[in-house]
């Protein structure tokens, strides 16, 4: 499967973004999907994640609350809503999917990565 993400951009603090992540290829109900983000000079790290029908989700704590993770099976598309923004959620952010995973967390159990796009809040 082939990941593309879109919707990052330049938002000021307390706003609000969508990002989206379209997939290509077949069977992409088989596949949990995920968000990850790396901010500058730190790790990737988790941000979000939901099974294959999206009926079940997790959270990183810093997010929980202000993103919501939801995919559209009938799109093929994974998005990520993201309010009350803040300067610390500055990042490249990567869509994920993971085929052998109910749910996806660890970055060592993606199989699949879109490129990144960039969200930059300001203060």
């Known amino acids: 499967v082939q990941l593309q993400a879109s919707g990052g951009g330049l938002v000021q603090a307390g706003d609000s973004l969508r990002l989206s992540c379209a997939a290509s290829g077949s069977a992409f109900t088989a596949y949990a999907v995920g968000w990850f983000r790396q901010a500058p000079g730190k790790e990737r790290e988790f941000v979000a994640s939901a099974n294959w029908s999206g009926g079940s989700t997790l959270y990183a704590d810093a997010v929980k609350g202000r993103f919501t993770l939801s995919r559209d099976n009938t799109k093929n598309t994974v998005y990520l809503e993201m309010s009350r923004l803040q300067p610390d959620d500055t990042a490249v952010y990567y869509c994920?999917?993971?085929?052998?995973?109910?749910?996806?967390?660890?970055?060592?159990?993606?199989?699949?990565w879109g490129k990144g796009t960039l969200v930059t809040v300001s203060s």
């Open positions: 994920a999917a993971a085929l052998h995973s109910a749910i996806v967390i660890d970055a060592t159990d993606v199989d699949y």
